[in-house]
């Protein structure tokens, strides 16, 4: 493993050859996944991150390449969980200690077809410096600075995820504030406003638990499709599925 800082971007890369794990299968809806640029929201300690970490693994299987993670969040960079997210996914990392660079560590970028996956996470840890650098953290400003920055993540993801068939993700945590009902959901993906023109699929990542009358407690984690992009004439097939992510990954 090499790492190199460019302009606040940490990059680190491996320097081995790895073996090529056997080639496995994927699950109908990944496939349906490849070449999308996906908003994936949810709330805090649900999951996300860790269930992009086993998605990664399976395409990594499947596809022989690593995907590409760029981690804006402090929850993630240089903690215990980064650590095991790192080993479960075996993906290639950014750290990127001063999240508006995000979108130059985007364009610094050439190679897109030696990943099986592009993911941003997450849009909160933009959110957050924006927030600390303000003299008013919920001032107007902040608020539309963070939906330019969605906007033009998205508009870059949805190019390298169109011109190299690779699922491209940006996760954003969820809220029920702003804009109320979305598309029948009670909480929406915070901050991205219009930026979700250029979004393919919308996934909300639910958590549920239950428990038995031992008072066990049994979680189950979800996959939900809110929004997808499909021409008039072709109906989405999978448009209000909610998929367990152990059929996924």
Same mark, same amino acid.
Do not use: C
């Given at each position: 493993?090499s790492?190199?800082?460019?302009?606040?971007?940490?990059?680190k890369t491996?320097?081995?050859?790895?073996?090529?794990?056997?080639?496995?299968?994927?699950?109908?809806?990944? /496939?349906?996944? @490849? &070449? !999308?640029?996906?908003?994936? $929201?949810?709330?805090?300690?649900v999951?996300?991150? *860790?269930? #992009?970490?086993?998605?990664?693994?399976?395409? /990594?299987?499947? @596809? &022989? !390449?690593?995907?590409?993670? $760029?981690?804006?969040?402090?929850?993630?960079?240089? *903690?215990? #969980?980064?650590?095991?997210?790192?080993?479960?996914?075996?993906?290639?990392?950014?750290?990127?200690?001063?999240?508006?660079?995000?979108?130059?560590?985007?364009?610094?970028?050439?190679?897109?077809?030696?990943?099986?996956?592009?993911?941003?996470?997450?849009?909160?840890?933009?959110?957050?410096?924006?927030?600390?650098?303000?003299?008013?953290?919920?001032?107007?400003?902040?608020?539309?600075?963070?939906?330019?920055?969605?906007?033009?993540?998205?508009?870059?993801?949805?190019?390298?995820?169109?011109?190299?068939?690779?699922?491209?993700?940006?996760?954003?945590?969820?809220?029920?504030?702003?804009?109320?009902?979305?598309?029948?959901?009670?909480?929406?993906?915070g901050?991205?406003?219009?930026?979700?023109k250029?979004?393919?699929?919308?996934?909300?990542?639910?958590?549920?638990?239950?428990?038995?009358?031992?008072?066990?407690?049994?979680?189950?984690?979800?996959?939900?499709?809110?929004?997808?992009?499909?021409p008039?004439?072709?109906?989405?097939?999978?448009?209000?599925?909610?998929?367990?992510?152990?059929?996924?990954?």
């Amino acid at each position: 493993m090499s790492e190199f800082t460019i302009e606040g971007l940490t990059i680190k890369t491996k320097t081995k050859n790895e073996e090529i794990p056997k080639r496995r299968t994927l699950h109908p809806f990944v /496939k349906y996944m @490849l &070449g !999308k640029a996906i908003v994936l $929201y949810g709330q805090p300690f649900v999951g996300k991150s *860790t269930f #992009l970490a086993y998605l990664a693994s399976t395409l /990594k299987d499947y @596809l &022989g !390449k690593p995907a590409r993670f $760029y981690w804006l969040d402090r929850n993630l960079i240089g *903690t215990e #969980l980064g650590k095991a997210l790192r080993d479960i996914s075996r993906a290639d990392i950014v750290e990127i200690r001063y999240p508006r660079a995000i979108i130059r560590a985007l364009k610094y970028e050439r190679n897109w077809g030696n990943f099986s996956m592009v993911v941003v996470d997450s849009l909160t840890g933009l959110a957050e410096e924006l927030s600390r650098n303000a003299e008013y953290p919920d001032s107007p400003q902040v608020i539309m600075s963070t939906v330019r920055y969605a906007s033009a993540l998205l508009a870059l993801l949805s190019e390298i995820a169109h011109d190299n068939n690779i699922p491209t993700i940006l996760v954003v945590h969820e809220t029920a504030m702003w804009i109320g009902d979305f598309f029948g959901e009670n909480a929406n993906p915070g901050y991205t406003g219009k930026a979700l023109k250029n979004a393919d699929l919308v996934l909300r990542f639910l958590l549920e638990r239950t428990s038995n009358k031992k008072g066990e407690i049994t979680e189950e984690r979800f996959i939900k499709v809110v929004l997808d992009r499909v021409p008039p004439d072709k109906p989405s097939k999978y448009l209000g599925a909610k998929i367990n992510i152990r059929e996924l990954v």
